[in-house]
């Protein structure tokens, strides 16, 4: 089974940019064959899909509050998934996930298609 690791969180000003990581590790299925996703979480509201891509990278999702602003990413030798945030807002606060999904779409949004998700980093932007 894949393990998730995020890392990249931390305090940005408004209109600034964050880029998280993610990186799997883990033997058995190839990290090639999955669909990633990035959710958030932030206090006092459900949990968000943010951003997917299906397994083969070819295509790439993305809630409409971020589109034009996030982009999902991976790098197969690095086995890590990336999400660069730019031009961000308080409303991006949270803590936010990445998951993953064996031979998925990337489309899923509620989340529940993931198998696997990590531990999660937060990501606060101050006003």
């Known amino acids: 089974q894949v393990q998730l690791v995020e890392s990249g969180g931390g305090l940005v000003q408004a209109g600034g940019s964050l880029r998280l990581s993610c990186a799997a590790s883990?033997?058995?299925?190839?990290?090639?064959?999955?669909?990633m996703g990035w959710f958030r979480h932030a206090p006092g509201k459900e949990r968000e899909f943010v951003a997917g891509?299906?397994?083969?990278?070819?295509?790439?999702y993305y809630a409409d509050s971020v589109k034009g602003r996030f982009t999902i990413s991976r790098g197969m030798v690095e086995k890590t998934v990336y999400l660069q945030m730019n031009s961000l807002k308080p409303e991006d606060t949270a803590v936010y996930y990445c998951?993953?999904?064996?031979?998925?779409?990337?489309?899923?949004?509620?989340?529940?298609?993931?198998?696997?998700w990590g531990q999660g980093t937060q990501v606060t932007v101050s006003s």
């Open positions: 891509m299906d397994w083969s990278g070819g295509s790439t």
């Open positions: 998951a993953a999904d064996y031979l998925g779409s990337g489309q899923g949004r509620s989340g529940q298609e993931y198998e696997r």
């Open positions: 883990g033997s058995g299925r190839a990290f090639s064959n999955y669909a």
